[in-house]
């Protein structure tokens, strides 16, 4: 893979991000079912990408995942969404993403990167701290 360039995602692309979502969720079987029910679950709001909270990451220009970072109502962020391409997983993208959005939390003022994920991430989320 090619150097992996995060960055802030614009408006135009939402489109494009909703689609990695489908696929990324698509491709995962907890998830498989209940997406199928209801295609309309995956919208990324329009608003979390215009005030910068919405974060790609680009190989070669390509975007292969993304993530979000909201703020709670405690003072502390939380993280928002984390997909990355099924085709392009377990080469570190979604760590780099996490570690980005840690940054972006603390810079923010945010003690830690709060997580509410899916059971079967658990490991992954723990594995990267």
Do not use: W
Request: glycine letters at 6%; aromatic letters at 6%.
């Amino acid at each position: 893979m090619q150097k992996l360039v995060i960055r802030l995602a614009v408006l135009s692309e939402r489109t494009e991000l909703e689609q990695l979502q489908t696929r990324a969720s698509l491709a995962n079987e907890g998830d498989r079912d209940a997406l199928l029910a209801h295609p309309d679950a995956i919208a990324i709001p329009a608003e979390q990408i215009s005030i910068g909270r919405l974060f790609v990451a680009e190989s070669e220009t390509v975007i292969v995942g993304f993530a979000a970072v909201e703020p709670r109502e405690d003072g502390e962020s939380e993280l928002d969404a984390l997909f990355v391409d099924p085709h392009m997983q377990c080469r570190g993208i979604g760590r780099a993403l996490i570690e980005y959005c840690a940054d972006f939390a603390h810079k923010q003022g945010s003690a830690a990167l709060h997580v509410v994920g899916n059971p079967h991430a658990k490991h992954f989320y723990e594995e990267c701290g």
